[in-house]
């Protein structure tokens, strides 16, 4: 089993920053592709920020305003947002993707993030 557990939401306004948090536990597979997805209310959940093997990929809405990052010794990954908009209002959702034998993917609970003067 792999548990993810994610932390760092809440309610911001915006142009202001919040930086998401995501530990993962048991039997991580290795190796993996670590991702920060959203959905917002009435909308499919998407990718927002992936990291694998120091590759990094951004969804063209967050390019420039988000980072993401890992810490590989403690298995955590990180979305730093900046600049942030309303439009990225949504439940954020911390993802680790197995690419090798057969694909499977684990989810944390989500943190909900708000963007709101």
């Known amino acids: 089993q792999v548990q993810l557990v994610e932390s760092g939401g809440g309610l911001v306004q915006p142009g202001g920053s919040l930086r998401l948090s995501c530990a993962a536990s048991?039997?991580?597979?290795?190796?993996?592709?670590m991702g920060w997805y959203r959905q917002a209310p009435g909308k499919q959940r998407e990718l927002a920020a992936s990291?694998?093997?120091?590759?990094?990929n951004y969804a063209d809405s967050v390019k420039g305003r988000f980072t993401i990052s890992r810490d590989s010794t403690k298995n955590v990954v990180y979305l730093q947002m900046n600049s942030l908009k309303p439009e990225d209002t949504a439940v954020y959702y911390c993802?680790?993707?197995?690419?090798?034998?057969?694909?499977?993917?684990?989810w944390g609970q989500g943190t909900q993030v708000t963007v709101s003067s």
């Open positions: 993802n680790i993707h197995r690419f090798w034998g057969v694909p499977r993917d684990y």
């Open positions: 048991g039997s991580i597979p290795s190796p993996n592709t």
């Open positions: 990291i694998a093997g120091g590759v990094t």
